[in-house]
């Protein structure tokens, strides 16, 4: 059985919703972290907000898919 790791899937309004709410808050972040001054600290807080925000958006994916909200099958993005 194929894993939905890798499954591209279109959020629906409450998982976009729920989305902005956490990027705003890391963007909050972001320009705290900014304000310690540049450094190897500061570098690392930064990717490590990044996954955080990554990881939220599975977690989004993951509970949409429980809802079985996702109504119809959407190609996979492409760089074109």
């Known amino acids: ?3 939905k790791t890798f499954s591209y ?3 629906d309004e409450q ?3 729920k ?3 956490i990027k705003g808050l890391c963007e909050q972040l972001e320009t705290k972290i ?3 001054g540049a450094g190897r600290y500061q570098s690392l807080a930064l990717t ?3 996954i955080a925000f ?4 599975k977690a989004l994916r993951d509970i949409q898919i429980q809802r079985d909200s996702q109504t119809e099958h959407v ?3 492409t760089n074109e």
């Open 75 to 77: 190609a996979e993005r």
């Open 15 to 17: 998982a976009t919703a």
């Open 1 to 3: 059985m194929k894993s």
């Open 9 to 11: 899937v279109k959020y």
């Open 34 to 36: 900014q304000g310690l």
């Open 48 to 50: 490590h907000l990044e």
């Open 19 to 21: 989305s902005e709410e």
């Open 54 to 57: 990554a990881m939220c958006g």
